[in-house]
């Protein structure tokens, strides 16, 4: 079955500066990446996703790649601000729709 | 629109006992998806239904079960509670089986073996 790594699983930025949050998948098969965010005492909210035909989408300050050949995608935040802590998730999807997530990014914003 | 939705928002039970976790999907989802998120760690898949069937089920001893109801609401049932079993349960829908479709999470019901 898919197996997702996610790097690193803590990161700390100062506000203003750029947040890059890294995962691999497994299954050559997986067409679809979204990416989650979770506050605490929440659930995971689709914040981007990511097909296999597209190398790279960007919404506002977030922005997600893919190279399919390596097998890796990444979530790159901009301009962090303080109300981007959270614990970002990542996922791969099967051709069944079954999403096999990353351990998770705690990601800190200090001001 | 009403998002996923959950109820208990809170459970509490005692070691033996069985817990039962409901889920309303988006109106017009067919597909529900249960996981579990114990403290500190991610998301486990659980278990998935599609058109009242069961698809797919992660590696979860069969005292883990459910069903999906024919308006697709679906219901978690978890019996002969273990301590380990301390988590956030959360359920996900999405608009249709296959790859590549967007899912929608509820806020998870939190569930405590005592």
């Known amino acids: 079955g898919e197996n997702v790594e996610q790097h690193p699983s803590t990161l700390s930025v100062q506000e203003g500066d750029s947040a890059v949050i890294k995962c691999t998948y497994s299954?050559?098969?997986?067409?679809?990446f979204p990416w989650y965010k979770q506050e605490l005492g929440k659930g995971p909210q689709l914040i981007i996703d990511i097909r296999s035909n597209v190398g790279e989408k960007k919404d506002q300050r977030i922005a997600v790649t893919l190279n399919k050949t390596a097998k890796h995608f990444s979530l790159h935040i901009t301009e962090t601000q303080p109300e981007d802590s959270a614990v970002y998730f990542c996922?791969?999807?099967?051709?069944?729709?079954?999403?096999?997530f990353g351990a998770g990014t705690q990601v800190v914003v200090t001001p | 629109e009403a998002g996923v939705t959950q109820s208990p928002t809170h459970l509490i039970k005692t070691r033996g006992q069985q817990a039962t976790l409901r889920c309303s999907p988006i109106s017009g989802h067919t597909s529900v998806y249960w996981y579990q998120q114990a403290l500190g760690l991610g998301l486990q898949f659980l278990l998935w239904?599609?058109?009242?069937?069961?698809?797919n089920r992660g590696n979860f001893p069969p005292r883990f079960s459910g069903r999906q109801f024919p308006n697709y609401s679906s219901e978690l049932n978890v019996n002969a509670l273990e301590l380990e079993d301390s988590a956030l349960y959360l359920c996900?829908?999405?608009?249709?089986?296959?790859?590549?479709?967007?899912?929608?999470f509820g806020q998870g019901t939190r569930l405590t073996v005592v």
């Open positions: 299954d050559s098969a997986s067409n679809y």
């Open positions: 996900a829908s999405s608009a249709r089986q296959g790859g590549g479709t967007e899912a929608f």
């Open positions: 996922a791969a999807s099967d051709s069944w729709g079954k999403l096999q």
């Open positions: 239904y599609d058109e009242g069937e069961e698809r």
